[in-house]
């Protein structure tokens, strides 16, 4: 009886120490898990599947596409090779981006062997649906139009935006719509030696279209020109250059709220770095309540580059002081942020896209991050592409009022570059927390739960062992 009572005992401290070593392995495991969290580069969305859009199937390259979407309508252009000179092609979604159906349409209408590039869209809530880009049809870079007034099924012949009769070089097509149904058009023109962003406007659904005005900048060198419009005649426009016989260039902003008539203070700049460093390409949108966000590509931190965002509350007058880092680093070495491009939902929910690699991971990526509460803070951002060993390149991203996402991109997981698309339904991973990782939470505590109980039972057959 006193043995049986010394191994029951043996048994009962045996079964209490296995129990304590579980909840001691399961603890350090769910310590580990935040640490680990804390420091992952990249969220979970619930996302489509990637869908390729152009059609053709040969080894031809697509590239830089630009999305607009209207209901549940998604309206893509993109540059196409596949008539072995670069061409403006167009598809559209008619089930908010879960298919593409029909042919992909060639939208510009000569019969040369001429270049057409960097198309951007725009669509009406009535159906208009506007794509602009440039073309050499005439010898020298021109701004083309193509008009379709039924959703993308029909199009109108193309027309030539830009008036001018020397041989000057106009690029960076941009088109826009304000909520007043108003058009924009604007370019980057060089008959000024470059000083100036064009502007024609349409209220009649671009039938007619008023003559060309310009907004002056002051700087000597402009580049990767971006426009938005707003609430009824409100356009904004941004872009990268230098002044002052600068050798980097800075991110500039004008408004106007007037139909593009008169415009804001041309040399306020919204990246808000005296330092010596390029800053470029930007993105900008407008909120319902007239607030200003925008986001560029950034060199102050030594990177090739960073995206960095900024705000303004009284339309583009003073903005974010810092502007916040939105991209993070990605591995050992240098980091290259690129392409970035900005939307809101009608809850003012800010998103950003753009395309990030490092030294260490060659491969570019498509990044999406959200802000809930005006940019103050950031998700992590979280890759859209379903491919890891492609190169995704170059994205454009439109955003519709249930804070659906719609980012297309350059790829080449085919062999070639095509043009891939994916929606986005919720975006719900925060820094630092743990939304998002709950299926990682859940697999660490079932391999906890899973161990502890091997280890109790094992005790106990070593147990049952010594009492025979």
Known sequence: MIESHVVGESLSREGSDARGR???ALAIQLAVLLVATSWLPSGVATASSNIRVNT?????EQGFPDVAVVGENVYLTWIDGREENDDIYFARSTDAGATFTGPNVRLNDDAGVARQVFPAVAASPTGTVYVVWEDDRMGDGDIYLARSPDGGVTWAANVRMNGDTENARQEGAMVAIDAGGAAYVAWLDTR????RIYLRVSSD????????TWMNSADTDISDPTMTAGAADSVALGWGGRRDGDFDSDVSFAMSTDGGVGWTDPTVVISGDAGSVVQRSPSLT?????????VWEDGRNGNFYDIYFAKSNDSGLSWTIPPIRISEDLGPGADYHQFPTVAIDAANNVYVAWSG?????????????KSGDGGATWSRPVKMNADAFSREYAPSMAVDRLGRTFVAWEDNRDGSADIYFARTDRLAVERGGWVGWWWVLLLVVSLAVAMAVLLIRRRRRKAAMVLH
């Open 22 to 24: 579980a909840k001691l």
């Open 56 to 60: 053709d199937q040969g080894q031809t």
């Open 192 to 195: 000024d030696n470059g000083t």
């Open 205 to 212: 659904g671009g039938l007619t279209w008023a003559p060309e």
């Open 286 to 294: 407008l909120d319902t309540l007239g607030a200003i966000y925008g």
């Open 357 to 369: 690699w490092s030294a260490s991971l060659v491969r570019p990526t498509v990044y999406l991050a």
